[in-house]
């Protein structure tokens, strides 16, 4: 069974994605909680997503771009195999 890198990689974004609503879902939660009032929701949300931006980003961004790479090399040498063991089988056009 061969490791598809690239869906490691979609599969990480995904995770990434998720626990950013989570845990500025979280941080609204705990503002509600703690203040007893309902601020607006929807711009809290926002900024907490905002917040959590650069976080998420450290933690996911480069493994993720590691395996796109890796993909790509493997996608590059299985050409270059292809091609270099490629014999034609006739005249050229």
Do not use: C
Request: hydrophobic share 45%; proline share 4%.
């Amino acid at each position: 069974m061969e490791i598809d890198n690239h869906s490691i990689a979609d599969v990480l974004t995904l995770i990434k994605a998720l626990e950013t609503q989570f845990h500025a879902y979280v941080a609204v939660h705990d503002l509600v909680r703690k203040s007893g009032l309902f601020p607006a929701l929807e711009e809290s949300l926002t900024e907490a997503l905002a917040d959590l931006k650069p976080k998420m980003d450290a933690k996911y961004d480069a493994v993720i771009q590691k395996l796109y790479a890796a993909d790509l090399q493997a996608a590059d040498r299985a050409l270059l195999e292809f091609l270099s063991a490629w014999k034609s089988k006739g005249p050229p056009n």
